[in-house]
T-cell receptor
């Protein structure tokens, strides 16, 4: 069974400050890891993914995430946020054993960037 | 390309009514999925399809039916609407690369209220 925990439901931050959105997961099998972003009244779009190799992955809009296998975490970071980063962010896992990406999503973290 | 389109954008139903949420994609993607998004719960997979004529259940399939007669279309049917089905519904599609699909493309969503 898989589960994804995003501990912070809301994260307020000032513009140009750094931010970290936390994601922990639990799975009985190896998983691929993803971060998606949802802007208001829109569908989700892929920010970045970890499939294998380097544990630090870079995505769009200056975001990056680090896979930590021992802590089963995949935290998302950005060194300096912009107002336009205000959105909801979802962490997701997909078990490697399937030939189809069955995604299991966390409950989401709303990032509110203030001027 | 229109990408993934969903209709209607908004719908209000009475308990017991049936309806079909439409989803279409013009990217020739093999895989399509339906999710529901509820506050504090992230996205949960309802049904998915790995190709025309092939569908399977996700995490929360009860009360919903799907079929996939063409590559482009993947409608979701609510058989007898219940208030517990009040949610935002997202359709997603993805391509297959070496047997796996890495990125899902989401539609804009349908906001459904069941009274």
């Amino acid at each position: 069974a898989q589960s994804v925990t995003q501990l912070d439901s809301q994260v307020p931050v000032f513009e140009e400050a750094p931010v970290e959105l936390r994601c922990n997961y639990s799975s009985s099998v190896s998983v691929y890891l993803f971060w998606y972003v949802q802007y208001p009244n829109q569908g989700l779009q892929l920010l970045l993914k970890y499939l294998s190799g380097s544990t630090l992955v870079k995505g769009i809009n200056g975001f990056e995430a680090e896979f930590n296998k021992s802590q089963t975490s995949f935290h998302l970071r950005k060194p300096s946020v912009h107002i336009s980063d205000t959105a909801e962010y979802f962490c997701a896992v997909s078990p490697k054993l399937y030939n189809f990406n069955k995604f299991y999503f966390g409950s989401g973290t709303k990032l509110n960037v203030k001027p | 390309n229109a990408g993934v389109t969903q209709t209607p954008k908004f719908q209000v139903l009475k308990t017991g009514q049936s309806m079909t949420l439409q989803c279409a994609q013009d990217m020739n993607h093999e895989y399509m999925s339906w999710y529901r998004q509820d506050p504090g719960m992230g996205l949960r997979l309802i049904h998915y399809s790995v190709g025309a004529g092939i569908t399977d259940q996700g995490e929360v399939p009860n009360g919903y039916n799907v079929s996939r007669s063409t590559t482009e279309d993947f409608p979701l049917r609510l058989l007898s609407a219940a208030p517990s089905q009040t949610s935002v519904y997202f359709c997603a599609s993805s391509y297959s690369s070496s047997g796996r699909s890495w990125e899902q493309f989401f539609g804009p969503g349908t906001r459904l209220t069941v009274l």
